[in-house]
């Protein structure tokens, strides 16, 4: 279905005829709305899987029990004359009574063989009581818990009583002797199968039932009663396992009609072929058929089981037909049980629904138990009659003629109409009547490709599809169809067996059991597969050596790891994702594996994808090289060179762009954690005690003080909408914001601090017990240690650590992971947070236990190799401690209990500020998941534990090294392999031409032309002045930044670290939600993303961070889409400066651009730059850095504006420089042009969008400059007011705003003019405006947005009649 490309993206539906067609937007592509961004990345919840046969049984017994007496007849049957006479197709009065009585018996046999030939048979013909009762045990004691049949045929004897007694005879045949149905089930035992074939059955079925429920309830008193005579007998075997079949009602006699059989139901079970042909020509419509007699009927050529003959496809249709009507009709558990359950069980059951149409019509109705539902008006026997009508109609030519057998249309036309049931249907209805059919169809090499690709489509329509095909039967079919050498089938196998996998994933060892793993590395490995198959089959393969040894041993004799290798570099980037995935299962704690990926220097090859400019595949690899590192074998020298190679490779992605490649980049380097656990205790040792001993400047003291304004922390602003409104991001940052460290718990509390000193620290049995023990949420090391430890490592040398060579790379692993605890996406610093904190542990205990001993004592080398379980960690700690002591750089010598007091009685303190605290954090309450700390009491003593923690001293190392590697995943793999569970085949809603999504994105784009054709009209018509204020309110926080939405009337106003979005149509605020960055940093940019379609905010901190966010402004949830550290070396000196102190501060003094950052919608590239020496490019669609472009200048970046037609990007430094880089050149050549004008701090450079477009900058002192990026100098200069500290430029209307110091803003023209000067707030009780802190026009309106200092905001506009 290939539509016409401009046609499906065309929006031309519905427009008015003067609105001119606006494509602009239909081909701007969107950034972040990817799958891996709009849907949470975990596994398909997994459906719980019936199809599987828990207990498979086999009908091994069959016990045939026949009281014919023939030729007396009973007395309580008074027989019609001509009469049915016929048993098992003989006529008993055709020979000697004996004789016939051996006769039937064998035909009997025969025809139940046909259906069992394993079984045992054992006849019992015209027996006594005691042969009942010797047969039934001897075969019940053979079956042992296998299934036996009882086949009851009392057409010699009298009907059974309502008793429950059928009837046999004595020895000399002279009385008929009742047998009770009680005795008959305590020799049969369970589970049996019971055939009774006599009039008035249906009592015998009665009987039993109730039987059954006496003997439960006599075991229920046995049980209580310990004297009752059955508490000493073995407990018989419950009776619900026992099936019945009957062949009429209590009060029914069997038909006597001359042309039937006697035994017409046992005809219909055992012969159903025979009888169903017979019964066709009884029935009136058969003189359509000319020339067919009954006597013909005996001829048909061919055997039962051979499908190409006409009787053999005949017994093959009425297969199909008796299973689909059972499906389509029973339960599904009914189903599994009676047709899927045993062989034998399911061809009685199937034959059953054909006794049930044939003997109703005489109107008689068989009994089953369990009952089934009516089936004998199916319109599937429609079918039937007219598959025998056909093959009937040929009779007459093949046998007097000897034409050739034309075969039935049956399944081909079954097949169409499932096709058409697929092509015609809606999502919810009910699942196709043909399914079981196409199971049949499998099995003929005709129909079988047709099959393959109409199941494959059928499957494709969800895990739904696959649990109902897998609950039909389909796996044997499809497992035994690997055998199969077709290359056609292929294809259509692979694609099947992906979607099977998909949703149940158990199926792994069947395939290696059958060796179907060998048909998947064929196809794999076959060139000459289109990309797609091979993915299907890595994916299948990296199923079946997921946490499955077999299934890994298998894979790696058959080559997998070779074949993947030959395709880590394939075209088709979901080929590569799945070839990574597949290695790092294969080799996942399965040695010899990883030890040929070695010898196939795999990981060096794996290397390459990891700047790969998918994000999944980036983060495939590095999953393959987590599991590498992570083997819990024992180490070589070679292995443990060959873990710090790929550690330090790894590590070379903690500034990657997308959250889902760091989550697994946190995983992996876990894995080396635990591998090297004792050398990193070491150097957790190592950083805490440095973290103690070195006082960092933290931003946080330095900057907050001497607050001029009030501070904006009052309670008096409402934030009720913040606090539910963040519960959604899971306590959003819980390390961060709630601070679950140990300095939430106030030491005080408990009363006075004498609870905690190191003396009684080491003596305590309760704290040694649970100190801080991950598992319980209380973090040892709060996100500030880990910060400041951070910072720590980054200006103070770490040389006093152990002096051995293979100690560097544990300790820039740690530095990583130190990074990535304080990432901006929450579940990044959240996975870090907690294996630093298990080491973090694990180091602090073991020097604990270590104090006790004599430090002097131990030896002092460090460990000759790492070892896995961590033993050494006491010489380790005890090396460390003595060379401490002697080395010069570690400061004062520790004192004996100084490694874990920096973690324990020095809780940092929050910093002590002159100014009012800060908000307090929030405490998500209203229906958020409240971290774990939050559900006992605030006043724990510090080291109790945890809600339900009952760990002793013993146990606790083996329960921490679990803790780091089994909690940590990261559902990657999982998430991928929802990619196969899901429609692949199905148009994506949003190309749906009749989809919501589609008919939204339509709305919004008419709404979109029509802002911009309204606008345009007024800033045509020139804006004379703007001072019409149409919107004033106080925000809650000072306003550092505002943007307008460009087409929908919000305007997003950030404060230091919170946004707030309100409608200024409607004045009214919208939402009020907490960005998440640390507290010494500030936003100091922001950008919509995709504001034509669906609008994302991004927001920039002057740490360099990113975050994008979604759902905000429409009473959802805002939640965070991603987040990474857009520029990672923002120059820490100059950061952290409060934004209304700098106001009346001169910009050049104290640095402190910040952020900034210039969004192309076009190229989905970011720019951005700031307190550091480059201009970062990002790929958003890649999510990954694509370009540095150097400044060449020693200043900070101020402003950036970029232009994608051009490929220029136009920078403002704080030196008063403009420069002119142009992205296509390399980094020595790409600053084409620098102009040095203006004397000082750059408050804007803009570039305009037009081909001959102009650089507009203006500096701090006023002066606005107009370059053309060919001249060397500038074309025109204005100058405004001094003292600037804000201003913005508006793209379409040539008018420009500046808010200055002495608290107004003026408004200028292009010419320079002053259009308007706004000081008052108008009407506003006469209020002077604060000092302008930010100020934004609107980018298509002529609408001002001005913040002040005084928290207010407020938009002017141009007059009324204009607008």
């Not at 026992?242 to 046992?266: G, K, R, V, Y």
């Not at 443990?640 to 190679?645: M, V």
């Amino acid at each position: 279905m290939k539509m016409d490309a401009e046609l499906l993206h065309s929006p031309v539906l519905g427009l008015a005829e003067e609105e001119e067609v606006d494509m602009t937007d239909w081909n701007l592509p969107l950034a972040f709305m990817k799958k891996r961004h709009t849907e949470k990345i975990e596994g398909y919840k997994a459906l719980a899987q019936s199809w599987r046969m828990k207990d498979r049984m086999k009908t091994v017994s069959v016990a045939l029990v026949l009281c014919l007496n023939v030729g007396v007849d009973p007395p309580d049957v008074v027989k019609t004359s001509p009469c049915a006479r016929l048993e098992c197709w003989i006529d008993p009065l055709s020979m000697s009574p004996q004789k016939a009585l051996e006769t039937i018996g064998a035909n009997l046999q025969k025809q139940y063989e046909n259906w069992q030939p394993r079984a045992r048979y054992k006849q019992s013909l015209d027996p006594t009581v005691d042969e009942v009762k010797k047969l039934c045990t001897s075969l019940r004691r053979n079956a042992k818990e296998e299934r036996v049949l009882f086949h009851y045929n009392g057409h010699g004897v009298p009907r059974p009583t309502v008793n429950g007694e059928i009837w046999v005879f004595n020895k000399n045949y002279t009385q008929y002797i009742p047998l009770s149905v009680y005795d008959l089930q305590t020799w049969m035992g369970s589970p049996s199968i019971f055939v009774y074939d006599c009039s008035n059955a249906g009592i015998i079925v009665k009987s039993f039932k109730q039987f059954a429920l006496q003997r439960e309830q006599e075991l229920e008193v046995a049980a209580i009663n310990p004297n009752h005579p059955l508490a000493q007998m073995p407990l018989p075997p419950s009776m619900k396992n026992c099936i019945q079949l009957a062949a009429c009602d209590a009060s029914e006699l069997l038909p006597m009609n001359p042309d039937l059989p006697a035994d017409l139901f046992t005809s219909c079970l055992t012969t159903p072929i025979k009888i169903a042909l017979r019964w066709f020509c009884m029935q009136k419509s058969a003189k359509l058929v000319p020339g067919v007699t009954l006597d013909l009927i005996e001829k048909i050529p061919g055997r039962l089981n051979d499908r190409r003959t006409p009787l053999g496809e005949l017994n093959w249709i009425f297969t199909a037909i008796t299973d689909t009507i059972a499906w389509n009709v029973l339960p599904r558990d009914l189903f599994q049980k009676l047709f899927r359950q045993d062989l034998l069980v399911a061809s009685l059951f199937r034959n059953f629904l054909l006794a049930e149409r044939i003997m109703r019509s005489y109107n008689c109705t068989p009994i089953s138990s369990p009952r089934l539902p009516p089936t004998y008006m199916h319109a599937m026997w429609q079918a039937w009659d007219l598959a025998v009508d056909i093959c009937l109609s040929q009779l007459p030519t093949i046998i007097e003629e000897g034409t050739a057998f034309r075969h039935s249309p049956f399944f081909a036309e079954q097949l169409t109409a499932f096709q058409v049931w697929l092509s015609m249907g809606v999502e919810n209805r009910n699942p196709p009547e043909q399914l079981p059919i196409v199971l049949q169809v499998l099995l003929s090499q005709v129909h079988r490709l047709r099959a393959l690709d109409l199941l494959g489509r059928f499957l494709d329509l969800g895990p739904w599809a696959v649990s109902l095909a897998l609950s039909v039967g389909i796996f044997p079919y499809v497992l035994k169809l690997l055998q199969s050498s077709a290359r056609e089938l292929r294809p259509l196998l692979v694609f099947i067996w992906a979607k099977i996998l998909a949703v149940d994933s158990s199926c792994q060892a069947d395939l290696v059991k059958d060796n179907g793993h060998k048909y998947f590395l064929s196809v794999l490995a076959d060139p000459y597969m289109p990309a797609e198959h091979r993915t299907m089959a890595v994916f299948i393969l990296a199923v079946i050596v997921n946490n499955y040894n077999t299934g890994q041993e298998a894979c790696l004799q058959g080559n997998l790891i070779a074949i993947c290798l030959e395709q880590l570099n394939d075209t088709h980037p979901l080929l590569r994702q799945w070839v990574a995935i597949c290695l790092g299962r294969i080799w996942q704690n399965y040695d010899s594996a990883r030890w040929c990926g070695v010898r196939d220097s795999a990981h060096e090859k794996l290397y390459s994808l990891l700047s790969d400019s998918i994000p999944e595949v980036r983060c495939a690899a590095v999953f393959a090289l987590g599991t590498f590192v992570g083997n819990s074998a024992e180490r070589t020298d070679h292995s443990t060179t060959i873990d710090h190679n790929v550690a330090m490779m790894l590590a070379q992605l903690i500034n990657d762009g997308s959250p889902i490649v760091r989550k697994e980049l946190v995983v992996a380097l876990s894995h080396l954690v635990v591998q090297y656990e004792s050398n990193f205790c070491t150097v957790a040792l190592q950083f805490m005690e440095e973290e103690k001993n070195y006082a960092v400047p933290s931003p946080a003291n330095s900057t907050e003080t001497g607050n001029i304004t009030p501070s904006r922390d009052s309670p008096a602003i409402p934030r009720l909408r913040s606090v539910n409104s963040y519960t959604n991001l899971r306590a959003a940052t819980t390390a961060r914001t709630l601070n679950k460290s140990l300095q939430n718990l106030n030491l005080n509390e408990e009363g006075g601090p004498a609870a905690f000193s190191p003396g009684n620290l080491s003596t305590s049995s309760s704290a040694s017990s649970t100190l801080g023990s991950p598992d319980n949420d209380e973090y040892l090391l709060s996100f500030e240690t880990i910060d400041k430890m951070r910072r720590v490592s980054s200006y103070s040398s770490l040389n006093s650590l152990i002096g051995v060579s293979f100690n560097s790379v544990y300790t820039q692993i740690w530095r990583v992971l130190l990074h990535l605890a304080a990432d901006p996406f929450p579940d990044v610093s959240d996975l870090a947070m907690k294996v630093l904190n298990s080491i973090a542990y694990k180091a602090t205990m073991n020097a604990r236990t270590q104090r006790i001993l004599d430090s002097g004592s131990l030896t002092q080398s460090a460990p000759a190799s790492p070892t896995s379980k961590g033993t050494l960690i006491h010489q380790a700690g005890a090396s460390h401690r003595s060379k401490c002591s002697s080395s010069p750089s570690s400061g004062s010598p520790p004192m004996p209990g100084a490694s874990s007091s920096s973690l324990t009685n020095e809780v940092p303190k929050p910093p002590v500020r002159d100014g009012p605290p800060a908000r307090p954090p929030y405490t998500p309450t209203l229906g958020g998941q409240a971290p774990h700390s939050q559900q006992f009491p605030r006043t724990r003593k510090m080291f109790d534990k945890g809600p339900d923690q009952t760990a002793e001293d013993g146990d606790e190392t083996a329960v921490h090294r679990s803790f780091v590697s089994l909690s940590l995943q990261t559902g990657l793999c999982d998430w991928s392999a929802k990619y196969f569970a899901q429609p692949v085949m199905k148009i994506p809603e949003e190309h749906d031409m009749e989809s919501q999504v589609r008919k939204d994105r339509e709305w919004r784009f008419l709404r979109n032309a029509r802002v911009r054709r309204q606008s345009h009209r007024i800033t045509q018509r020139g804006v004379t002045r703007l001072d019409d204020q149409i919107f004033i309110n106080r925000n809650p926080g000072v306003p550092s930044v505002v943007k307008f939405h460009p087409f929908n009337p919000c305007i997003a106003v950030a404060d230091k670290d919170s946004i707030c979005f309100w409608d200024w149509e409607k004045g009214e605020r919208l939402d009020y939600f907490y960005n998440g960055n640390p507290r010494y940093t500030r936003i100091t940019a922001m950008e919509y993303l995709n504001g034509h379609d669906c609008s994302l905010l991004l927001t920039a901190t002057d740490d360099g961070a990113l975050r994008i966010w979604k759902n905000f402004a429409d009473q959802r949830n805002p939640e965070m889409v991603t987040a990474w550290q857009g520029l990672s070396d923002m120059l820490p000196t100059t950061r952290g400066l409060a934004r209304r102190v700098s106001i009346y501060l001169d910009r050049s003094k104290q640095g402190g651009a910040g952020m900034v950052v210039d969004w192309e919608q076009e190229t989905g590239l970011l720019m951005t730059s700031g307190d550091v020496r480059v201009i970062r490019i990002w790929d958003t669609e890649r999510e990954m850095k694509v370009q540095d472009i150097p400044t060449g200048a020693d200043s900070c970046v101020t402003s950036l504006s970029c232009d994608p037609q051009r490929s220029l990007v136009a920078a403002g430094l704080g030196d008063g420089s403009v420069r002119v880089y142009d992205r296509r050149m390399g980094p020595n050549e790409c600053r084409v042009m620098t102009y040095r004008e203006h004397g000082a701090w750059v408050v804007k450079a803009h570039l305009q969008k037009e081909p001959e477009g102009h650089i507009i900058s203006v500096s701090v002192n006023g002066d606005v400059r107009f370059f053309d990026p060919r001249m060397s100098e500038s074309v025109n200069t204005l100058q405004t007011v001094k003292g600037l500290t804000a201003l913005d430029i508006h793209p379409q209307a040539n008018l420009f705003a500046c808010g200055s110091m002495n608290q107004f803003i003026a408004v200028h023209n292009s010419n320079g003019d002053v259009i308007s000067n706004i000081k008052y707030y108008d009407g506003f009780m006469g209020q002077r405006i604060g000092a302008i802190s930010c100020l934004a026009f609107h980018p298509f309106w002529p609408h001002l947005a001005v913040g002040s200092n005084d928290y207010y905001m407020s938009i002017y506009s141009a007059e009324k009649r204009l607008r």
